[in-house]
């Protein structure tokens, strides 16, 4: 699980994914939106979801250099299925009142007005996305360094 000098590639993989896919990010809804939209790159929501690639990348990459049948494999996935599980439901339930509270602060005086961040979950898309990004990127990184 070491790599050179004592530092972890699953780590590095996993960090390195979760950079890429909020550049991702960036690049994705600056062209949607045609405006520059660097605030992406620190958003919690959107698609591919950051999240489930960078656990998926890291339980991805446990797997690889422990084998899948080892303790860590076994934490590693149980650690991302929570993850995933919390970037989809429990995050999507706080967007959902997100957007309700928003429309009731609508109706305070505007100088009572606030205006919570609606991007904080993911749909099952946007998480299936992260997955499959997570898992690819790092059976690519493993496979031009020679370690797969």
Known sequence: MIWKNNVSLALITAAAV??????????FYSLKNKKLQVHYFFS?????SAHSAFVAALTTAVG???????????????????????????????????????????????????????????????????IAVGITLTIVIYLVLGRL
């Open 44 to 48: 919690a929501g959107g698609v591919p």
């Open 64 to 130: 690889i250099e422990a084998g899948i049948r080892s303790q860590v494999f076994a934490v590693s996935f149980v650690f991302a299925v929570i993850v995933i599980y919390d970037a989809f439901r429990l995050r999507g339930t706080v967007e959902l009142h997100s957007r309700a509270l928003n429309r009731l602060f609508r109706k305070l005086p505007e100088n009572e007005r606030m205006e919570l961040p609606t991007m904080v979950g993911h749909s099952p898309a946007e998480v299936a996305a992260g």
């Open 18 to 27: 979760q950079l890429l896919c909020q550049s991702f990010k960036v690049v």
